[in-house]
């Protein structure tokens, strides 16, 4: 084990414990209870159109690297 290993796992380790410590808190009632929050239910895109603007990007950066 080199001391890469050791010096990104005590970060990884470092960082879950601070994540799961901070976890454990609520947030306010006036950060919960707002009058504009985002309804998740609501469907902006459809997969269909999500997997279309994917498909756009990857093919365009394909060309784009074809021709550079």
Excluded: P
């Amino acid at each position: 084990m080199d001391a890469n290993t050791l010096i990104f796992g005590t970060i990884a380790v470092l960082s879950l414990a601070v994540f799961f410590y901070l976890g454990r808190f609520r947030a306010s009632a006036k950060q919960r209870e707002r009058h504009d929050r985002i309804d998740w239910r609501a469907r902006r895109f459809s997969l269909w159109k999500v997997f279309l603007y994917a498909l756009v990007l990857v093919g365009g950066i394909v060309l784009i690297t074809q021709f550079i």
